[in-house]
C-alpha cells in the first residue's frame, strides 16, 4: 500500500469508536477481521446505515474499507463507521462531494451519551418518592 492511498480517520458515538482506513479498490468492506454480512448478522439496518455515505456520492465499488470498532452495541458502531466513512471521504474528494455529505448530516457528531447516576437519587435524574408527612 503507498502513502497516498491509504486514508484514515476516526468516528465515534455514544462509547463506540470506529477507526476506519479506506483504500483504493473494488468495494470490500470488513470489519473486525469479518465480513460486513458476518459482523451485522442480523441487522440490515446498520449494514445500509453506515454505506449510506459511499451509496450518496455513487462510489461503493471503488474503495476498499477496513474498519477497527470496538465499545457500545451494533447501533452506535454502525453510527460510528458512518461517521468515520464520511469523515474520509472529506479528506479523500474535493470540496462539492463534502458539501453533499455535509447537508446530508454525514458530518456531524451525535454526542448524545448516557447521562452518569448523581447520588442521592435511583438513576440519572430518578428521584425516590416524596413525602410531606
Same mark, same amino acid.
Given at each position: 500500500?503507498?502513502?497516498?492511498?491509504?486514508?484514515?480517520?476516526?468516528?465515534?458515538?455514544? &462509547?463506540?469508536? $470506529? *477507526?476506519? @482506513?479506506?483504500?483504493?479498490?473494488? +468495494?470490500?468492506?470488513? !470489519? @473486525?477481521?469479518?465480513?460486513?454480512?458476518?459482523?451485522?448478522?442480523?441487522? &440490515?439496518?446498520?449494514?445500509?446505515?453506515?454505506? &449510506? #455515505?459511499?451509496?450518496?456520492? +455513487?462510489?461503493?465499488?471503488?474503495?476498499?474499507? =477496513? =474498519? *477497527?470498532?470496538?465499545? +457500545?452495541?451494533?447501533?452506535?458502531? $454502525?453510527?460510528?463507521?458512518?461517521? $468515520?466513512?464520511?469523515? !474520509?471521504?472529506?479528506?479523500?474528494? @474535493?470540496?462539492?462531494?463534502?458539501?453533499?455529505? *455535509?447537508?446530508?448530516?454525514?458530518? &456531524?457528531?451525535?454526542?448524545?451519551?448516557?447521562?452518569?447516576?448523581?447520588?442521592?437519587?435511583?438513576?440519572?435524574?430518578?428521584? #425516590?418518592?416524596?413525602?410531606?408527612?
Amino acid at each position: 500500500m503507498e502513502k497516498s492511498n491509504l486514508y484514515k480517520n476516526v468516528g465515534r458515538r455514544k &462509547s463506540s469508536i $470506529a *477507526k476506519v @482506513n479506506i483504500i483504493s479498490g473494488s +468495494g470490500n468492506i470488513i !470489519v @473486525n477481521d469479518r465480513s460486513v454480512e458476518d459482523y451485522f448478522q442480523n441487522n &440490515s439496518k446498520s449494514r445500509l446505515f453506515f454505506s &449510506s #455515505p459511499l451509496s450518496s456520492l +455513487g462510489i461503493q465499488e471503488k474503495f476498499d474499507i =477496513v =474498519v *477497527k470498532t470496538n465499545g +457500545g452495541g451494533v447501533n452506535g458502531q $454502525a453510527q460510528a463507521i458512518k461517521l $468515520a466513512i464520511s469523515r !474520509v471521504l472529506c479528506q479523500l474528494i @474535493n470540496k462539492e462531494n463534502s458539501d453533499k455529505l *455535509k447537508s446530508e448530516g454525514f458530518l &456531524s457528531r451525535d454526542c448524545r451519551c448516557k447521562e452518569r447516576k448523581k447520588y442521592g437519587l435511583k438513576k440519572a435524574r430518578k428521584a #425516590p418518592q416524596f413525602s410531606k408527612r
